[in-house]
């Protein structure tokens, strides 16, 4: 089961951070990631963090805006936006898979089969 939160309204320029937590499950040994989707356009892969070494991955459209980490203490996963733009909006969802170790680069490409129900991010002045 994860949850997911911290999504909102934010003006340009802004930040969120938007957590995932896992109860019934111990994220320590799943990849998670980030997905997201705006109105009318297929979903998107946003970020990825490893299990085993937690390497992470972010999409061309973030990279050097959104960072991804892992509180395995928390068995939380966090996904802080920075400079956020109107065209981040959308419903952000994580999802969990044991991927075990895989060349992270490629860890959006793969199906992951345990999903949250997603937080709204909107970004607008």
């Known amino acids: 089961h994860l949850v997911e939160s911290g999504g909102g309204l934010v003006q340009p320029g802004g930040s969120l951070r938007l957590s995932c937590a896992a109860s019934g499950f111990n994220l320590d040994y799943y990849t998670i990631a980030w997905f997201r989707q705006a109105p009318g356009k297929e979903r998107e892969g946003v970020s990825c963090i490893g299990s085993s070494d937690a390497s992470t991955h972010v999409a061309d459209s973030v990279k050097g805006r959104f960072t991804i980490s892992r509180d395995n203490a928390k068995n939380t996963v966090y996904l802080q936006m920075n400079s956020l733009k109107a065209e981040d909006t959308g419903v952000y969802y994580c999802?969990?898979?044991?991927?075990?170790?895989?060349?992270?680069?490629?860890?959006?490409?793969?199906?992951?089969?345990?999903w949250g129900q997603g937080t709204q991010v909107t970004v607008s002045s």
């Open positions: 999802a969990a898979e044991a991927l075990g170790l895989i060349a992270i680069s490629t860890c959006l490409r793969f199906d992951f089969g345990s």
